[in-house]
């Protein structure tokens, strides 16, 4: 069994507050016994990409490993949890959307990279973003196997196709949705069907609160590998939502007992994938 926590919180100009408020969050999950905690995209900061043309983005990215991964490591080791960031990452001259997976004894598991990068109102985020040079990958916890996928590469099947091939339990998604952003229904219908059709759990935890030129929605929310949601955070809220995931579905999901069985990869590759 898996006990997860999704912090789903608004961020204020002030990067150290928003820093503070995260720690404090983490730990009083961590306390409730999470044993795996997510933050949304870029949960410390402002979000960069709804404003065109920046001057020079890379004064906002910071390094990882850095001073933000290192707080989170402290807290981490000393309650024995896995811990899942989101945050603008600068490596030499090239800067990244990034989730760095903190592991149980503080140490970094590695970071995931988004691949997809959008280019569209109020998301003007080629002009911050290298994609992602670091593939899928899937990380082995004392808690079960995870993945990442941020944001914008959860609209596309081959990525959350390749995060089932390599054996993830459940997919974390740091979010940054807006209110009113797809047709009614979507958000979830999208993230639902991507979890029946792989067989794992889906988290995504969503940015929240009134920022200058976005509205972010909440609503985060957790799947089963049925394609059910079996937790979800309100609409406008800054809370912290758990959810307690048996693993053992993943294994008796019909993902795993049939689609993933019965898949014609052979046939795929003349077909362009």
């Known amino acids: 069994m898996m006990k997860i926590a999704l912090i789903q919180q608004s961020c204020s100009e002030n990067k150290e507050a928003n ?17 795996v905690i997510c933050f949304a995209e870029l949960a410390f900061e402002p979000f960069y990409p709804q404003f065109q043309n920046p001057d020079n983005p890379s004064e906002f990215a910071e390094s990882i490993p850095g001073k933000t991964t290192d707080v989170f490591s402290k807290l981490a080791k000393e309650f024995g949890v896995v811990i899942i960031l989101n945050l603008y990452e ?6 990244f959307d990034s989730s760095p997976v903190i592991n149980t004894d503080g140490s970094i598991l590695g970071t995931t990279r988004m691949v997809h990068i959008t280019e569209y109102a109020c998301f003007h ?25 941020i944001c914008y590469d959860r609209h596309y099947p081959e990525y959350m196709r390749a995060l089932a091939l390599a054996g993830a339990d459940v997919v974390f998604i740091p979010q940054a949705g807006s209110v009113g952003e797809w047709p009614e229904g ?27 030129k976005l509205t ?7 799947c089963n590998p049925a394609g059910e ?24 999901s019909h993902a795993k007992k049939l689609f993933l069985r019965d898949r014609r990869a052979d046939l795929y590759r003349d077909w362009g994938f």
Do not use: M
């Not at 800054?238 to 294994?251: G, K, M, N, Q, R």
């Open 216 to 222: 972010f929605a909440g609503e985060s929310f957790v």
């Open 90 to 95: 600068k490596d030499g001259a090239a800067l």
């Open 125 to 149: 985020e080629q002009q911050y973003y290298t994609p992602g040079d670091n593939g899928a990958p899937v990380y082995e916890t004392p808690f079960g196997k995870i993945g990442i996928a």
């Open 19 to 35: 820093l503070k408020k995260g720690l404090d969050s983490a730990r009083k999950a961590a306390e409730a016994g999470a044993n």
């Open 186 to 212: 979507l958000y979830e219908a999208e993230v639902r069907t991507a979890a029946f059709q792989n067989g794992y759990f889906v988290a995504l935890c969503n940015r929240v609160g009134e920022e200058p």
């Open 229 to 252: 949601i079996i937790a979800r955070a309100g609409e406008g809220t800054e809370e912290i939502l758990y959810a307690e995931l048996d693993l053992a579905e993943v294994h008796r």
